[in-house]
């Protein structure tokens, strides 16, 4: 089986929908899907150089393919003539085509080449139909929606939605086309890994009457990254200060074919953090949807209230520099700086273990379809408080791994006052939610079911 998937970019910049592509082309390869990623070589819409790499090659990347084409300099659209016409040349050599946009030329070009060439083809949204989406330059969406959206989302062979309320609340231009739900995925740490499916293997076995507690905090790749106390949290933000800045950029031209990061790290470190007090954790990109504006005076609230904790802000945005710059100096000019660390971008082992020393991963976000750092907390058991707009909450909610909060503050500061207030509870919530995350969000998993899902459209299709 031969897949082509099509996104206008990879680049980190954009976040998840790039993660959540290269992770699914490697778990798909594993399992002998042949998979072809093409996209350009954008790399943010603020005037940022573009990615440095080869240009309608095939490059070979953890066991499927990519091939980057030139975008127009008019990079907040991410049009390429020369991907169109790869896609008219060789879209019929694939069996489906699984494109990750709307509203972009990209995806509009790849689904009407697809739909003129008979080649069934999902369309995945990214949170695009969701009506607060929608609101965002309305007009334009509009035309642009009944034009050229609603007949690519007639046409699809399914929309794939990254969660049950995504599908629930996406406005689809009148389309009446079938729809997947299919999570985003995240990949373990390998130890990690392994641990887990000796003990959930075993819950499975007994139908899940044996109770197993498994402590995270007993899982240690090595004692010194796992110190709990929030002064080794400090200590470790200025160790790995030099080291992650290149490490980071290494990391991600070796596994990124080229991509590079935009924004290093900057590191804001602070003595007097206290011992033992609990580390709230906001680890997204730095976005005016992603709630902070709610988040930042209900820490300041509790602050004042007398309640003790670290407060992590990781996340940048080259997109929108302003708005961030702007959040770090509403930090710096709180009584909430004394207690927070402000990282900038986070990858890797670095990032792992920030999620893993979480008391607390929070993400008020007022609309998210999915929310991958929210999975990719609950893997290592980290128990979450987000919002009801991000829309995972059902599941979260289902599986006891954490709080769900309405968007706004006095909601939100209840659910934060329940979360700091009872330790047991953090605790037990992070290993349910371990426990769902491992059963539910691994790639190797959605690898399969997803492989299922092109081969049945694929059938259906003939």
Not at 373 to 380: D, K, L, P, R, Y
Request: glycine share 6%; charged share 20%; hydrophobic share 40%.
């Amino acid at each position: 089986m031969r897949v082509l998937q099509v996104i206008p970019s990879i680049s980190l910049v954009y976040g998840g929908p790039s993660q959540m592509v290269l992770g699914l082309s490697a778990a798909l390869a594993t399992q002998g899907v042949e998979v072809t990623i093409v996209t350009t070589d954008a790399n943010g819409d603020q005037h940022q150089p573009p990615l440095q790499v080869p240009l309608q090659q095939l490059i070979d990347q953890d066991g499927y393919e990519i091939i980057y084409f030139r975008c127009t300099p008019f990079r907040r659209y991410k049009f390429s003539l020369a991907l169109g016409r790869w896609l008219w040349q060789h879209i019929q050599n694939y069996d489906l085509v699984h494109i990750h946009a709307l509203f972009s030329p990209v995806s509009t070009i790849a689904a009407s080449i697809a739909r003129h060439r008979g080649i069934p083809y999902i369309l995945r949204p990214l949170g695009t139909l969701d009506p607060l989406d929608l609101q965002k330059k309305k007009i334009f969406k509009q035309i642009y929606g009944w034009l050229w959206e609603r007949p690519n989302l007639q046409g699809a062979a399914a929309i794939h939605f990254t969660s049950q309320q995504e599908a629930l609340t996406a406005h689809r231009f009148g389309a009446k086309t079938h729809d997947l739900v299919i999570p985003l995925g995240v990949t373990p740490p390998p130890n990690l890994d392994l641990f887990l499916e000796q003990s959930f293997t075993g819950l499975e076995d007994i139908h899940g009457e044996r109770q197993e507690d498994f402590d995270r905090n007993n899982f240690q790749e090595d004692d010194q990254n796992h110190d709990r106390s929030p002064e080794s949290v400090g200590e470790q933000v200025q160790r790995h200060a030099q080291s992650d800045t290149q490490n980071f950029s290494e990391d991600f031209s070796v596994n990124m074919a080229g991509v590079s990061l935009v924004e290093v790290p900057t590191l804001e470190t602070r003595e007097d953090l206290g011992r033992g007090n609990p580390l709230i954790l906001f680890l997204s990109r730095i976005d005016r949807k992603k709630g902070l504006d709610l988040l930042i005076p209900v820490l300041e609230d509790l602050l004042a209230e007398g309640w003790k904790f670290h407060f992590v802000l990781a996340g940048a945005n080259p997109q929108d520099q302003n708005y961030t710059a702007q959040i770090k100096q509403q930090i710096t000019n709180s009584p909430l700086g004394k207690s927070t660390i402000i990282t900038g971008f986070v990858a890797g082992d670095y990032k792992r273990q920030l999620l893993q020393q979480a008391d607390l991963l929070v993400l008020p976000s007022y609309y998210e379809n999915f929310g991958i750092a929210v999975a990719e907390a609950m893997i290592v058991g980290t128990p979450v408080l987000i919002s009801d707009r991000v829309q995972i909450w059902q599941e979260v909610l289902e599986a006891g791994g954490g709080w769900v909060c309405s968007c706004d503050r006095a909601s939100l500061l209840t659910q934060l006052r329940a979360a700091l207030g009872d330790e047991l509870a953090r605790q037990q919530r992070g290993r349910n939610a371990q426990k769902y995350a491992w059963q539910n969000y691994r790639w190797e998993s959605i690898a399969h079911r997803t492989q299922q899902i092109y081969r049945n459209l694929i059938q259906n299709s003939e």
